[in-house]
């Protein structure tokens, strides 16, 4: 079964996570080149764990305006406002304990007309050592005008869906329905 990649953001950064490893467990974040992404790195977010922490690496450009900030060289435990902070911590932290590729879908509801989704492939990175030490994540915001959200989905921040991805087989398999 192939993994259940609805953007092309997904299925691009997927295709290049898993031709770059060359059959090693993560790609080692020296060799990334996301200038063979085109587009589809305005997308994209890099990560690396320092002494527990994670820190912003590298920001794409449509991440950069849904935030609205600078982010690179930030730490997560401060960007991240408090009802998203420990989650999102959660998620890159089981991609660098596991070593395993997952996708994320969670929904938001900001006001009783503005509600989103938020679909996210997340890769992990190796450091000098080899050791997973970072994540490559391609983050898609679908608002309600995209057809993210129907009437049904109207809802506080959601747990949301966890897949985890088998980088060797292309297969995969829900976790849950709690990811953060």
Same mark, same amino acid.
């Given at each position: 079964m192939?993994?259940?990649?609805?953007?092309?953001?997904?299925?691009?950064?997927?295709?290049?996570?898993? =031709?770059?490893? =060359?059959g090693?467990? $993560?790609?080692? @974040?020296? %060799?990334?080149?996301? /200038?063979?992404?085109g587009p589809? $790195?305005?997308?994209?977010?890099q990560?690396?764990?320092? %002494?527990?922490r994670?820190?912003?690496?590298?920001? #794409?450009?449509?991440?950069?305006?849904?935030y #609205?900030?600078?982010m690179?060289g930030?730490?997560?435990?401060?960007? *991240?406002?408090?009802?998203?902070?420990?989650?999102?911590?959660?998620?890159?932290?089981?991609?660098?304990?596991?070593?395993?590729?997952?996708?994320?879908?969670?929904?938001?509801?900001?006001?009783? /007309?503005? @509600?989103?989704?938020?679909d996210?492939?997340f890769?992990?990175?190796?450091?000098?050592?080899?050791? +997973?030490?970072?994540?490559?994540? $391609?983050?898609?915001l679908?608002?309600?005008?995209?057809?993210?959200l129907?009437?049904? =989905?109207?809802l506080?921040?959601?747990?949301? =869906?966890? +897949?985890? *991805?088998?980088a060797?087989?292309?297969?995969?398999?829900i976790?849950?329905?709690?990811?953060?």
């Amino acid at each position: 079964m192939s993994p259940p990649f609805e953007h092309p953001a997904h299925r691009r950064l997927w295709e290049y996570w898993q =031709t770059a490893r =060359t059959g090693r467990r $993560a790609l080692p @974040s020296r %060799e990334l080149d996301l /200038s063979v992404l085109g587009p589809v $790195a305005d997308y994209l977010l890099q990560v690396e764990r320092i %002494e527990g922490r994670f820190r912003y690496v590298m920001v #794409g450009a449509v991440i950069q305006r849904i935030y #609205g900030y600078p982010m690179e060289g930030i730490y997560l435990d401060l960007a *991240l406002p408090p009802n998203r902070r420990e989650p999102a911590i959660e998620r890159y932290a089981l991609v660098c304990d596991t070593g395993t590729p997952i996708l994320t879908r969670n929904a938001y509801e900001i006001s009783a /007309s503005l @509600s989103f989704a938020v679909d996210r492939l997340f890769v992990p990175l190796a450091g000098t050592d080899g050791a +997973v030490s970072g994540v490559l994540c $391609a983050q898609v915001l679908r608002n309600s005008q995209d057809g993210a959200l129907g009437p049904a =989905t109207r809802l506080q921040p959601d747990g949301g =869906t966890l +897949v985890f *991805l088998d980088a060797d087989t292309a297969a995969s398999r829900i976790a849950g329905s709690q990811c953060g």
